[in-house]
C-alpha cells in the first residue's frame, strides 16, 4: 500500500508517452494534467485525514494486509457501508467527483464472473485474476473504468459491424496471450491512471465470441494510445480557493494490435457472460453514487442556503421550499444507497453485491433531479451567478471599490465574501466544468432510463399484481 501521493507520481511520470492532446503527443506531467492528478493524489495523502483516513483503509481478503479501500474487494454489508461513507466525505471535503472509484468497481465484477465462468466452463479465470488482483493491491493502482465502445452503427451488434474495430476485439489468439484491436471512449481518467481494466460494453451473442473479451494492461503499454480531454477550474490569481486545483482529463484510448499474456486475460469468448461484467461494473458505479450524488447536492445546497442568507431571503417560504426539496432528494439518495448495502447478499465467489432494484432507484433519483438541483442555486443566486465580472476586475484600483460596492447585499456581510461565494457559484453553474458534471450526473454509469429498465428487471411486479388481486378478491388466475 502507498504511504503518499509521492510513490503514485513517481510511477506514474516514469511511465512511457503514449498520450496525445490537441494535436500534439504529451507526457504525464503535463500541466493540463496537473489538477486531475491533485485530486488522485488525494486518495493516497488523505490517509491522514482523521475523518477520512479510517475510511480509506481496508483489509485485504486475499493477503489480510492494510490496502487502500480502492483497491478492496467488497466482503461484508460493512465493507459497502464504509465504502459509501468514503465516497460522500471525500466529495465533501475536495467539492468534486473521486474519480478512482471506477476501477475498484471494475475489479468487482471481474471477481465474480471470473468466478461464475469457472464453475461453468472449467476455466483457469478466477485464479489468474486473484494472482492479478494481488498485485494490483500491493502496489496500489490507479485504474479507470474501461468499458464504451464507440459502437458504430447502434441498431447493429458488434460481429455485423461494417467495421469490426467499432467494439473491441481478439484479432489473433496465440500461446502465450491474445492481440486485442478497437478502442474505449469516455475513458475518465485514463491519462493519470496506471492499469486499464477492459470489458465488453454490452451483451453478446455466440456469434460475437471474438468480441467476448475481459483483461488488464498497463495503461503505457505497447499499442495502447489515449488521445486526451481536459478540464479545469479557471484559475486564480488573488483569492485562492482550495477546491480549485483539482480538475480531470478523459481519453478515447486506442487499442492498436495490442499484446495481451494470458495471464492478465479475464475472459476470452464466454458469451454467454459477456454482459455481466459491464453489468455488475455499472451496479457497482451506480451504488457509489448514491453517495457522490448526495455530497454533490449538498455543495450546491450549501451554496444555495448561503447565497439566501446573504441575499437576505432565507426565512422567505419559496426559498425554504426549494431548500428542503434539496434536502429531501440528497437523503432520500442516500437512504436508499444505505439500504442497497444492508440487503447486500454475496456472490458464489464471496463478493458482497448490494441490493440490485435500491441502487438503480437510487443512481435513477440522483439522474433525474440534477438539472433541478442545479436550477434551484441558479434561481437562488439570481443573474450574477452568470454574469460575474472577472476575478482581477474586483483587484483594479479603479473599477474594483466600485464593484465590491455594488455587489454588497445584507448588511454586515462583508463584500469580499459575497465576491468569494458568487465566484464559487459561477463556476458551479456557468464554470468549466458545470456541463460535464451535469452530463456526468446524467449519463454517468448509465442514464435514468438504463435504470428505469434494470428496476423492470429486478422489482417483482408480479408479487406487487398477486397482492392487489387478493386484496379486491380475485381469486382466478387472469
Ligand atoms: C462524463 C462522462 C464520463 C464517462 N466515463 C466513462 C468511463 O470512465 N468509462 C467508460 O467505459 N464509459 C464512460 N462513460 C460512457 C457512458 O457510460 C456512455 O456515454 C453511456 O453508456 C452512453 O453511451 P454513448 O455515449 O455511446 O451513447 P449512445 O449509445 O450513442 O446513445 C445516444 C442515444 O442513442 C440511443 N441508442 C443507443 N443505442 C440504441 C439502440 N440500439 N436503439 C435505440 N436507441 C439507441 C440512446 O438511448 C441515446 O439516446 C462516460 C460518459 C460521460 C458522459
Ligand atoms: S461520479 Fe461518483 S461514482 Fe463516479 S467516479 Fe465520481 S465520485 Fe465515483
Not at 69 to 77: E, K, M, N, V, Y
Not at 86 to 109: P, S, V, Y
Not at 206 to 229: N, Q, R, S, Y
Not at 454 to 463: C, G, I, N, S, V
Request: charged fraction near 25%; charge should be neutral.
Amino acid at each position: 500500500m502507498r504511504k503518499s501521493s509521492a510513490e503514485y507520481k513517481k510511477h506514474l511520470f516514469s511511465m512511457k508517452n503514449n498520450l496525445w492532446m490537441n494535436g500534439q503527443k504529451i507526457s504525464r506531467d503535463d500541466p493540463r494534467l496537473e489538477p486531475g492528478i491533485n485530486l488522485m493524489s488525494q486518495t493516497y495523502d488523505l490517509l491522514s485525514h482523521p475523518k477520512i483516513g479510517p475510511l480509506l483503509r481496508a483489509k485485504s481478503h486475499l493477503t489480510g494486509k492494510e490496502i487502500n479501500r480502492f483497491c478492496h474487494i467488497h466482503q461484508t454489508s460493512e465493507d459497502l457501508m464504509t465504502r459509501h461513507d468514503l465516497t460522500k466525505e471525500f466529495q465533501l471535503h475536495t467539492g468534486t467527483c473521486i474519480q478512482r472509484c471506477g476501477g475498484c468497481d471494475t475489479l468487482n465484477a471481474f471477481d465474480i464472473v471470473s468466478y461464475n465462468v469457472d464453475k461453468l466452463k472449467g476455466t483457469d479465470y478466477h485464479k489468474r485474476f486473484l494472482k492479478y488482483l494481488q498485485y494490483f493491491q500491493e502496489n496500489d493502482f490507479v485504474a479507470p473504468i474501461t468499458i464504451t465502445d464507440p459502437k458504430g452503427d447502434r441498431t447493429l451488434r458488434p460481429h455485423q459491424q461494417h467495421d469490426p474495430d467499432q467494439y473491441l476485439h481478439v484479432v489473433e489468439r496465440k500461446s502465450d496471450g491474445i492481440v486485442v484491436r478497437g478502442a474505449k471512449f469516455h475513458n475518465s481518467m485514463a491519462p493519470y491512471g496506471e492499469e486499464l481494466l477492459v470489458a465488453p460494453t454490452r451483451a453478446l451473442r455466440p456469434e460475437d465470441k471474438d468480441w467476448c473479451v475481459c483483461f488488464a494492461v498497463p495503461a503505457d503499454w505497447e499499442g495502447v494510445k489515449m488521445v486526451c480531454t481536459y478540464v479545469q477550474h479557471r484559475p486564480r490569481k488573488k483569492m485562492p480557493a482550495f477546491y480549485t486545483q483539482f480538475g480531470s482529463a478523459e481519453s478515447s484510448t486506442i487499442f492498436d494490435n495490442v499484446f495481451v499474456p494470458w495471464e492478465r486475460v479475464f475472459m476470452c469468448g464466454e458469451t454467454e457472460f459477456g454482459h455481466e461484467p459491464g453489468r455488475l461494473s455499472s451496479l457497482y458505479h451506480r451504488y457509489n453514487y448514491s453517495a457522490c450524488k448526495p455530497a454533490a447536492i449538498q455543495i450546491l445546497l450549501g451554496a444555495a442556503a448561503l447565497a439566501a442568507d446573504y441575499n437576505g431571503i432565507e426565512r422567505t417560504q419559496h426559498v425554504q421550499a426549494k431548500l428542503a426539496d434539496m434536502i429531501a432528494t440528497g437523503q432520500l439518495i442516500y437512504a436508499t444507497g444505505s439500504m442497497a448495502a444492508i440487503n447486500a447478499k454475496k456472490a458464489p465467489s464471496g463478493t458482497m453485491v448490494p441490493d440490485e432494484t435500491l441502487v438503480h432507484a437510487a443512481r435513477y433519483l440522483a439522474g433525474s433531479k440534477i438539472y433541478h438541483e442545479y436550477e434551484t442555486l441558479s434561481d437562488i443566486a439570481g443573474g450574477l451567478a452568470s454574469t460575474l465580472p472577472y476575478e482581477e476586475d474586483f483587484f483594479n484600483p479603479e473599477v474594483g471599490p466600485l464593484l465590491h460596492k455594488y455587489i454588497a447585499r445584507k448588511k454586515g456581510v462583508p463584500p469580499e465574501h459575497i465576491h468569494k461565494l458568487w465566484r464559487y457559484i459561477n463556476e458551479l453553474v456557468a464554470g468549466a466544468n458545470t456541463g460535464r458534471a451535469q452530463g456526468g450526473g446524467l449519463h454517468g454509469g448509465g442514464s435514468p432510463i438504463m435504470e428505469q429498465i434494470a428496476m423492470r428487471f429486478t422489482y417483482d411486479l408480479e408479487k406487487d399484481k398477486e397482492n392487489v388481486k387478493r386484496l379486491c378478491g380475485i381469486t382466478e388466475s387472469k
